[in-house]
Every structure is written in C-alpha cells, then in structure tokens.
C-alpha cells in the first residue's frame, strides 16, 4: 500500500512539471492541423487572385469583398476548407476555386528489342504505365451571415482528371533469315496503359442565417461545380513487330499488337448543403 501511495505522488509531481510542456504541444498540433488568416477586411481587386498558402485552411474576415472577375483560390493541399465572412461582397464573374490536382500521364512501354544477328526473334514491347488518378475536389465550408452578390459567383469544387495511360511499346523486329534458317519471328506489342480514376468532387457547405435567400440564389448569382473529374483514357496497344524476311519465303512472323488500356472510372459529384444559423 505505501508503494502505491509514493507511486501515485510521483505520478501527481511528474504531471505538474511537465502539464505546461503538455498544453504546449497539444497547441503545436492543433496550429499543424489548422492554420487561418485573419483580416478585418479583405479586398481582392478585379481581376486579380487572392490564394491560401500550403498550410492555410481557414480564411477568417470581417468584410470579403471580390471584385468583378477576381478569384479565391482554396489550398489545394488540405482537403478541408473554411471561409469565414460576417459579409461578403462580390462582382461580376467571380471565382472560389477548389479543383482536385490533375492525375499525370503515365509513361509509354519501352519498345522490343531487334536482334542485330540473323535468325532471330524480337523481344516483346512493355506494358505502358496505368495513369494516376486525379485528386479530390475540396471540402468547403462557406459560413457568411451576408451575401451580396452583384454579378455572379462561380464556386468551382470539381474533382482532378485521371491521367491517360501510357502507350504500349512496339514489339521488336524479327531479324533476317538465311539459306539455313528462317527469319525471326516479330515480337508482341505492350498493352496499353489503364487510365486513372477521376477524382471525387468537393462538398460544399453554405451556412447563414440567410440560407434560405442564398439556395435562391443558386443557378442564377451563385453557380456551384461539383463535378466528378474525367477518367483518363486507357493507352494505345504498342505496334507489333514485322516479320524477318528469308529468302525463299523463309519468313517469319509477325508479332501481334498489343490491347488498349481500359480506362478510368469518372469521379462522383459532390454534395451541397445549406445550414441555417440563428
């Protein structure tokens, strides 16, 4: 009993020294995990572009005011997003962007090799690299108390295309026969590399006390675009490789083309919500 008891003291002592360091780390985790601009006020001139860095996620203003055909671009990087507005003011033809990032091409196969020597076979083309997908539309969520918009606001929050895939490589050449033997058979084209999916559009979540005028407003002054990324398109079959020629028809064959890539699969759409606050 008394081993507990100086157990359970030290455990009371070593909290109490080491409670600040504690705090301080659970706020460095915190401020990792989110991290805000907070202005009074935030014009963003016409046709000029105000963009969150790569670790700002919450946008926090007074007054927002996007001047005729300005943008807001959202940090692509954190896939949630909040703007913050007790009012906002927008122009004509303005953009909130959030698009996912683009899934990149894959590479093409590498072609067969053709045999230098007589006689003999060409190497089959690699397969062509599938290509990446495309990332996710952001998450955005829009509190705003005021929403004034005097032209049109396009809120774009699609998901990124999936890269197409790579070409299959050509099959080698067979390489010349001789009186002896025929000529090499032609190798086999790559097949095509699959295209990648297309990433799932952003969700959007508008919440104000005037939600109700803001969802009349959508399709007219407010144009939201939630849409699934493309599928990439699978990669063309590599060629095949041509026969070698012998003499006296002592030919061989020609290799066989390679298959298309299948291609991706379109990301799904996204979803909008109202909220409305008191």
Known sequence: MLLLFFMLVNYIEFWAMNRIGLIGVLLMVASAAWSQVRVDKLVIKAGEAFEFDNETDILVADTLVMMDS????????KRENFIRAKV???????HIVGIGIHG???????????????????TNG????????GGAGINLSFYVEHLIVNGRLIIDLSG???????????????????????????????????????????????SSVNADVIRNQVGTKVLFKNYGGKAGQGGRGGYFGSAGLGPSRKNGKDGQPGEYGANGVRGTEGTLTFEMNQ
Do not use: F
């Open 70 to 77: 300005s943008r807001l671009v959202l940090n692509e990087l």
């Open 88 to 94: 906002a003011i927008i122009g004509n033809n303005c």
């Open 104 to 122: 990149k091409a894959g590479r093409d196969g590498r072609d067969g090799i053709t045999s230098i020597g007589p006689c003999r076979d060409g």
């Open 126 to 133: 690699s397969i062509g690299v599938s290509g990446l997908s």
């Open 160 to 206: 990124g295309n999936g890269g197409d895939g790579g070409a299959g490589g050509k099959g080698g050449d067979g390489s010349p026969g001789t009186v002896h033997c025929n000529g090499g058979d032609g190798a086999n084209g790559g097949n095509g590399g699959r295209g990648g999916d297309g990433g799932q559009g952003g969700n959007l979540v508008i």
